[in-house]
């Protein structure tokens, strides 16, 4: 239990709050301090054009690892392919980026991984692809 406990929290300016909450309520005196921020790249033309041509296929899987990650890719894709973004597969790390996929009008065939792990994510696409065969456009 972590009754008792110092414990210092490093994250990303306006990073979630759980672990603190949840420490603290187990008796943790809890500190938080922000390290550093995320800021959302521009993408090149390289990578529009590389998400564009990916989009064309019909065949396209993307994975996100975060909340941020999704709306920052939500943010950047061209208005006429935005319809065809929300309806291709996403992977993603359990239900709380589901449900923010969701909410930002996904109606894509979601995978929800255990966590943003590699290792996870892989597999959590292999086995969709094992139990329900090709993805939806393949």
Excluded: F
Excluded at 5 to 18: C, H, K, P, Q, S
Excluded at 53 to 63: F, K, N, P, Q, W
Excluded at 116 to 138: C, F, H, I, Y
Aim: net charge positive; aromatic share 2%; proline share 6%.
């Amino acid at each position: 239990t972590p009754q008792g406990l110092r414990v210092l929290i490093l994250r990303g300016t306006e990073g979630r709050d759980y672990l603190r909450r949840e420490l603290e309520r187990r008796g943790a005196a809890v500190q938080v301090r922000d390290l550093y921020r995320r800021v959302p790249v521009t993408p090149t033309p390289t990578a529009i054009y590389e998400l564009t041509a990916a989009l064309a296929t019909g065949t396209a899987v993307i994975a996100v690892t975060s909340v941020d990650v999704l709306r920052a890719l939500v943010r950047i894709v061209p208005t006429e392919l935005e319809a065809t973004l929300r309806a291709t597969t996403l992977v993603v790390p359990g239900p709380r980026v589901a449900a923010a996929a969701r909410e930002l009008g996904w109606d894509g065939e979601l995978i929800e991984a255990a966590s943003a792990q590699d290792s996870t994510m892989t597999n959590a696409l292999v086995e969709r692809a094992r139990v329900a065969g090709p993805a939806k456009g393949a």
